[in-house]
């Protein structure tokens, strides 16, 4: 019988985790917790607003930054709900059925900025390797359908995640370790057979070390690059044009190797600890992506003072 129709047919309640220990502090906690989430879904609209009118954006690496801001947007929008709630609220619960579908649009989410992260690292390379065919490589129409071809790869490769969690059955055990819900964690608490969820999830992990390692190797050609490079001058010119894709990278994969590192090795580290870093991870690169490229980008940053000049005039 096939794993797709071999559906529980209960519905369950999870419960999800705030900061273990600081309940009472929760509606304290959710005053940082809102003005980050504001922050990071203005700064993203602002970056997408500026690539979408401004004609002088309308280059590839814009394009990039674009999809970028929109699996920041993603996101941010999939885990605020349940995080409000928590923190506002102390409203905990929610429906297997509303876990599942918030754990595929994380996981979707996530897997669309690993990947775009990556084609911007094969962006910068090509950028810099072979300037003169960057343009005739990296075709406004191409750019599009890489962007389309990576949703929808991201999408295929985690829309089984539902399914799979949908034949699971749970006990006793309904208490999720996080402020979200996530494959890994709903799939934990299952008192059925999960090996199919284990095998699968960690196949989808794979990709985004796989993604990882190519954004490695594409800075590895970069350096390389730069190293033959004669003028001093030119190689800082032209890792200044790295910086904040460097820091996009930094910003993304730092937290989700932390948590990975604290479940499989620091079994005893405190709970607060790891949510902590998990909520990090959820909310840190939507509010610090938009910062990092209005700040070290140059042409978005005159473009937002050019406005706010405008506006005080």
Known sequence: MSIFNTFAEETYTFFLTGIPGMEHAHSWVSIPISLMYLVAILGNCTILFFIKTETSLHEPMYYFLSMLAFSDLGLSFSSLPTMLSIFLFNATGISSDACFAQEFFIHVFTAMESSVLFIMS????????????YTSVFTTDRVFKIG???????????????FILKRLKFCNKRLLSHSYCLHQDVMKLACSDN??????????ALLSILFLLCISVSYMFILKVVLGMASHKDRLKVLNTCISHICAVLIFYVPIITLAALHGFAKNVSPIIRVIIADIFLLVPPLMNPIVYSVKGQQIRNLILEKLCQKQH
Request: with cysteine; glycine share 2%; hydrophobic share 65%.
């Open 148 to 162: 389309l071809a990576l949703a929808l790869l991201c999408i295929l490769f985690v829309l089984p995640f539902p």
């Open 195 to 204: 090996r199919i969820n284990v095998i699968y999830g960690f196949f989808v």
């Open 122 to 133: 094969v962006d910068r390379f090509m950028a810099i390797y072979n300037p003169l065919r």
